[in-house]
């Protein structure tokens, strides 16, 4: 974990060069997680939980980095987006015709039934 974020809360005072060098080394310092959790739950169990984080990490970063390149391609293909807003308005419109013809072919339906009861 990046402790980056910690630089506003800090208030370093007197030596301006000090100042400098130490907001260089908060940028570098990384967390160790597991070094602290080893007192909780044990040094093997703190190793297998760490495992566990940094592949989801790495899955994660995987996922984002397929999911752009996906989004390039489709973007980039030869036959343009896959729809365009003209192409989805057309598609609504359709839905819509297909949901009133059901309408009223379940409402002739029901008239029928109703007709055949009696």
């Known amino acids: ?36 959790l080893s007192g909780l739950v044990g040094d093997v169990v703190a190793h297998r939980i760490g495992g566990l984080a940094r592949g989801a990490r790495r899955g994660a970063q995987g996922m984002r980095r397929r999911s752009r390149e996906a989004l390039q391609r489709a973007a980039a293909a030869p036959e343009g987006p896959l729809a365009t807003r003209a192409g989805l308005a057309r598609f ?11 309408d009223r072919l379940e409402g002739g339906l029901a008239t029928r039934s109703r007709a055949i009861r009696r």
């Open 1 to 36: 974990m990046d402790i980056a974020g910690v630089g506003p809360h800090l208030k370093i005072e007197g030596d301006v060069m000090l100042a400098a060098a130490l907001g260089q080394v908060t940028q570098l310092l990384r967390w160790d997680f597991e070094e602290d």
């Open 92 to 102: 609504a419109a359709d839905i819509e015709r297909l949901t009133d013809r059901v």
